[in-house]
């Protein structure tokens, strides 16, 4: 079993003040992998006084030398490419074929898309006759979810530092291996002392002491709504920034000319990750006339997702990532039996030949209503609810109503109904005919998903304060 207690804090890797122990499970075998110490106060303050410490000197590099060092971290992470992803595998599931590709990829996927927009970025603009200036905000605390944790690491870290911020990184403590690794890459890119740190800890210890630490200047969290309320609320004593990623049940629109392999490009994506994806199409609404031959085609390719155990190579979903995780989805399932909706293929239960690990079965539901639990609540798992409508406004209606507003996807040949619906709905991302979007995108969303926007320059912009200069014109 790997120890790993120590912090990284003030360039040096450090004993916690106090030892509180936490065992890191793995999710495949249900065995500890791992034992990790959880900081306290005195830990969290260590860190924040090494980030203010480096501030000053770290925000005045102009941002050529900030980027040397980045290119720098950069080569490094690519290098340690299997390390990285066998530390995703282990800690949250990933079949290690997705944890050493997409996974892993996340790292230098945004990467490039931040040194793009950086090449561009303009730290003083000229606006009539004022400057307008682009300065680091401070100190952030960072608070990263276990679902894709490298994807939300790099998209906090590498944008911070870019500006001239410093960092002080909580990683969530249920899979934090691959971000002490990713402190491993940062300490070995030679960063200056205090430029970046991590401490290990829960939302209650840690994640508390962070939102409401008068020397943070904003916090950056992704995870679940409830959880970012309570940052948020716990913030607001302090007035720092805080920058929201939240949850998503984001609709899939099928139209009845949909491209061909709509509805099963929409389960695969569904049940990608084991489900836990905060954007994850995890509501396929379909046009009445469609809607037999739909069903039918999500029944037989949720036939073909396989699930097995992490360390097997080879496309399938691994197990989700804790048994409180496995027991809120079982208890989602049991509620949509409940309701009444159809269940499609999987349902209640471990797959057949899994008898140990957090394995839960592909389901889909079908005749799912708008006022069952399973079309409202966000279930985190591999479970897809299929619901019929009649029209295209219907369609606008049923997608909006919902607390969330992440991502929403629309499939039809017809280019002009397409941009018209994608318009209309509530979302901060719409991917319409199964596009994908490219590298150094605004990521995030609206309403109970969150506020903020990850990724390229507005990912940049997220950590900057804006200054206004007059009678010093460009």
Same mark, same amino acid.
């Given at each position: 079993?790997?120890?790993?207690?120590?912090?990284?804090?003030?360039?040096?890797?450090?004993?916690?003040?106090?030892?509180?122990?936490?065992?890191?499970?793995?999710?495949?075998?249900?065995?500890?992998?791992?034992?990790?110490?959880?900081?306290?106060?005195?830990?969290?303050?260590?860190?924040?006084?090494?980030?203010?410490?480096?501030?000053?000197?770290?925000?005045?590099?102009?941002? /050529?030398?900030?980027?040397?060092?980045?290119?720098?971290?950069?080569?490094?992470?690519?290098?340690? $490419?299997? /390390?990285?992803?066998?530390?995703?595998?282990?800690?949250?599931?990933?079949?290690?074929?997705?944890?050493?590709?997409? $996974?892993?990829?996340?790292?230098?996927?945004?990467?490039?898309?931040?040194?793009?927009?950086?090449?561009?970025?303009?730290?003083?603009?000229?606006?009539?006759?004022?400057?307008?200036?682009?300065?680091?905000?401070?100190?952030?605390?960072?608070?990263?979810?276990?679902?894709?944790?490298?994807?939300?690491?790099?998209?906090?870290?590498?944008?911070?530092?870019?500006?001239?911020?410093?960092?002080?990184?909580?990683?969530?403590?249920?899979?934090?291996?691959?971000?002490?690794?990713?402190?491993?890459?940062?300490?070995?890119?030679?960063?200056?002392?205090?430029?970046?740190?991590?401490?290990?800890?829960?939302?209650?210890?840690?994640?508390?002491? !962070?939102?409401?630490?008068?020397?943070?200047?904003?916090?950056?969290?992704?995870?679940?709504?409830?959880?970012?309320?309570?940052?948020?609320?716990?913030?607001?004593?302090? !007035?720092?920034?805080?920058?929201?990623?939240?949850?998503?049940?984001?609709?899939?629109?099928? #139209?009845?000319?949909?491209? &061909?392999?709509?509805?099963?490009?929409?389960?695969?994506?569904?049940?990608?990750?084991?489900?836990? %994806?905060?954007?994850?199409?995890?509501?396929?609404?379909?046009?009445? %006339?469609?809607?037999?031959?739909?069903?039918?085609?999500?029944?037989?390719?949720?036939?073909?997702?396989?699930?097995?155990?992490?360390?097997?190579?080879?496309?399938?979903?691994?197990?989700?990532?804790?048994?409180?995780?496995?027991?809120?989805?079982?208890? !989602?399932?049991?509620?949509?039996?409940?309701?009444?909706?159809?269940?499609?293929?999987? @349902?209640?239960?471990?797959?057949? @030949?899994?008898?140990?690990?957090?394995?839960?079965?592909?389901?889909?539901?079908?005749?799912?209503?708008?006022?069952?639990?399973?079309?409202?609540? /966000?279930?985190?798992?591999?479970?897809?609810?299929?619901?019929?409508?009649?029209?295209?406004? $219907?369609?606008? /209606?049923?997608?909006?109503?919902?607390?969330?507003?992440?991502?929403?996807?629309? $499939?039809?040949?017809?280019? &002009?109904?397409?941009?018209?619906?994608?318009?209309?709905?509530?979302?901060?991302?719409?991917?319409?005919?199964?596009?994908? #979007? @490219?590298?150094?995108?605004?990521?995030?969303?609206?309403?109970?998903?969150?506020?903020?926007?990850?990724?390229?320059?507005?990912?940049?912009?997220?950590?900057?304060?804006?200054?206004?200069? %007059?009678?010093?014109?460009?």
């Amino acid at each position: 079993m790997l120890e790993k207690r120590q912090f990284y804090i003030n360039g040096s890797w450090v004993d916690p003040v106090s030892q509180n122990d936490l065992v890191v499970m793995n999710p495949s075998t249900e065995e500890a992998c791992a034992v990790i110490s959880l900081g306290n106060t005195a830990d969290t303050d260590a860190a924040v006084a090494a980030a203010n410490a480096a501030f000053p000197g770290w925000a005045a590099l102009d941002m /050529e030398a900030r980027s040397a060092y980045l290119h720098k971290f950069y080569d490094i992470y690519v290098a340690r $490419q299997a /390390e990285m992803g066998a530390a995703i595998s282990m800690e949250m599931g990933a079949p290690i074929d997705l944890a050493t590709n997409s $996974q892993w990829g996340c790292g230098p996927w945004h990467m490039d898309g931040f040194f793009e927009a950086m090449d561009s970025f303009e730290q003083e603009r000229a606006y009539r006759n004022e400057r307008v200036r682009m300065e680091p905000i401070g100190v952030c605390g960072m608070i990263t979810p276990w679902n894709w944790p490298m994807n939300q690491v790099v998209l906090k870290v590498i944008p911070a530092l870019a500006v001239g911020c410093t960092v002080v990184l909580k990683p969530s403590e249920i899979a934090p291996l691959s971000s002490l690794l990713f402190a491993e890459m940062m300490d070995e890119a030679g960063l200056p002392k205090g430029v970046f740190n991590l401490v290990n800890g829960d939302g209650a210890g840690v994640g508390t002491q !962070l939102s409401t630490h008068p020397d943070v200047d904003m916090i950056s969290f992704t995870g679940s709504t409830r959880a970012g309320v309570a940052i948020s609320k716990a913030a607001a004593d302090s !007035l720092k920034r805080v920058s929201l990623e939240l949850g998503g049940k984001g609709a899939n629109i099928v #139209f009845a000319d949909a491209p &061909e392999k709509a509805v099963r490009n929409g389960v695969l994506h569904c049940m990608n990750n084991s489900g836990q %994806s905060c954007n994850a199409p995890t509501r396929m609404l379909v046009e009445r %006339s469609y809607y037999p031959e739909a069903l039918d085609i999500a029944k037989a390719t949720a036939a073909k997702v396989a699930v097995d155990l992490s360390e097997k190579p080879g496309r399938h979903i691994g197990p989700v990532v804790s048994e409180a995780q496995f027991d809120k989805i079982q208890g !989602l399932i049991e509620t949509g039996i409940k309701e009444g909706a159809t269940v499609l293929a999987g @349902g209640l239960g471990r797959p057949e @030949g899994l008898n140990k690990g957090y394995f839960v079965r592909p389901t889909i539901f079908a005749d799912v209503t708008p006022d069952m639990t399973i079309y409202r609540e /966000e279930i985190f798992g591999p479970v897809l609810a299929i619901t019929p409508f009649d029209d295209e406004a $219907q369609a606008i /209606e049923m997608a909006n109503d919902t607390v969330y507003g992440l991502t929403n996807y629309i $499939q039809t040949e017809d280019s &002009e109904k397409r941009l018209r619906v994608a318009r209309a709905v509530r979302s901060g991302m719409v991917e319409t005919n199964s596009v994908g #979007f @490219g590298h150094g995108i605004p990521f995030g969303g609206m309403k109970q998903s969150g506020n903020g926007r990850e990724g390229g320059p507005w990912g940049l912009e997220e950590f900057c304060e804006v200054k206004v200069i %007059s009678g010093c014109p460009m």
